[in-house]
């Protein structure tokens, strides 16, 4: 039978490989994996699960809802720290002490209100706290965590196990904000001497050890994103996505592509009509800058739409049914983010449902 609809293979060994790079390249310090966006759109409890029989005892979510799931997914068995990112929200005591969630707080009127729910508690529930050091996103910001500090109450309440921040910067290493940052941080994390510190996501691992402080938090580096969003040799594609070939057309010069009058042929062209477009995932502002991989050689995508994405393919022999790689170890996803002026982390968590999913490697 010839295929019909775009797949995504999931390779967990080459999820396993990417963390134990990881791991060597912060030596000891602890690297707690991101698994939020249900694990990069890849499944929250397949990575999870793997990276936990890696080592992995640390994990974080972006959403309580996220943190009850992956609660819920490693079971009584695996007792693994999931940090929620976004704090203490509105009502969510009763998820966090029921999933033994971590909140993170990250404004100070987050720890306001943790602050009455601990006291309602009668123990000290763990929590992190994040200070904002540059990126003016999330977290408290310097002047209320020194206030805090010097009040003793609001604190005490807690069992504080992890102070941390996030850089805005990382992935442009010539870029100094990021050492603006950590010198913001390290005062910051002095006043918590005993309190294990993180600064560093993905990018930040590679800046060096001066920015890995006692944990750090990889979240795209594991799923083979280059830290400086190029291709990295020693990360590998833990998604592949690839479609299979549903029509091949010619095409004469001056002709129109696809929706519109804005993709004109230059010159007489042979395009391979893939099973996959926006519907799927594959990002629309790819067209006319990504490649795409056949037949040993990148190809231009020429354009997406919904459903079908046209891939110049010059004269190489093609048919129906075979598979055309939009994404993997050979259409690199930092090359296809770039093109459509975005992240690694976008191309990932875009792909949808529709796409059919393939696991290999250990679970
Ligand atoms: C998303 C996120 C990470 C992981 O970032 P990557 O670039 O995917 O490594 C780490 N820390 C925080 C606070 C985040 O929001």
Same mark, same amino acid.
Not at 70 to 88: E, H, M, S
Not at 333 to 347: P, T
């Given at each position: ?20 790079? $990881?791991?060597?390249?912060? &030596?000891?310090?602890?690297? *707690?994996?991101?698994?939020?966006? +249900? /694990? =990069?759109?890849? #499944? !929250? ?24 799931? $992956?609660?819920?997914?490693? &079971?009584?068995?695996?007792? *693994?720290?999931?940090?929620?990112? +976004? /704090? =203490?929200?509105? #009502? !969510? ?34 929590? *992190? ?9 999330? #977290? ?224």
């Amino acid at each position: 039978m010839i295929p019909t609809a775009a797949r995504l293979t999931i390779d967990l060994d080459a999820l396993a490989a990417n963390y134990r790079v $990881l791991c060597e390249i912060v &030596g000891g310090v602890e690297a *707690a994996p991101v698994v939020k966006a +249900d /694990g =990069y759109g890849l #499944g !929250a409890a397949l990575v999870a699960g793997r990276l936990w029989r890696e080592g992995a005892r640390r994990f974080f979510v972006a959403r309580l809802s996220e943190g009850v799931a $992956l609660r819920t997914a490693l &079971g009584p068995d695996r007792q *693994a720290v999931i940090y929620v990112l +976004d /704090g =203490y929200v509105s #009502g !969510a005591g009763p998820a966090l002490i029921g999933a033994n969630l971590t909140p993170v707080l990250s404004s100070l009127d987050q720890v306001r209100r943790a602050e009455m729910w601990a006291k309602s508690l009668g123990f000290k529930p763990i929590v *992190a706290l994040q200070v904002d050091t540059g990126m003016n996103r999330q #977290g408290l910001t310097p002047q209320d965590l020194t206030d805090l500090v010097r009040e003793p109450e609001p604190l005490a309440s807690f069992d504080l196990q992890l102070v941390m921040s996030h850089l805005g910067s990382a992935p442009q290493p010539a870029d100094p904000r990021s050492a603006e940052q950590l010198t913001k941080f390290r005062p910051l994390r002095d006043l918590f001497p005993e309190i294990p510190a993180s600064l560093a996501a993905s990018a930040g691992i590679f800046l060096g050890g001066d920015y890995h402080f006692d944990l750090v938090r990889p979240g795209i580096s594991l799923f083979g994103g280059g830290p400086e969003e190029r291709p990295d040799p020693r990360l590998k594609a833990v998604a592949t996505f690839e479609a299979p070939i549903c029509d091949i057309r010619s095409v004469e010069a001056g002709e129109t592509i696809g929706y519109g009058p804005e993709t004109v042929l230059a010159k007489p062209t042979r395009l391979a009509v893939i099973a996959a477009g926006y519907a799927d995932g594959l990002l629309r502002l790819s067209k006319g800058k990504a490649f795409a991989w056949f037949k040993g050689a990148l190809r231009p995508i020429v354009s997406v739409t919904m459903d079908l994405t046209s891939v110049d393919i010059g004269d190489t022999p093609a048919a129906p049914g075979e598979w055309v790689e939009v994404m993997g170890n050979n259409a690199h996803i930092d090359l296809l983010a770039a093109a459509a002026r975005s992240v690694a982390h976008e191309c990932l968590v875009r792909i949808s449902a529709r796409a059919d999913r393939v696991i290999v490697g250990e679970a």
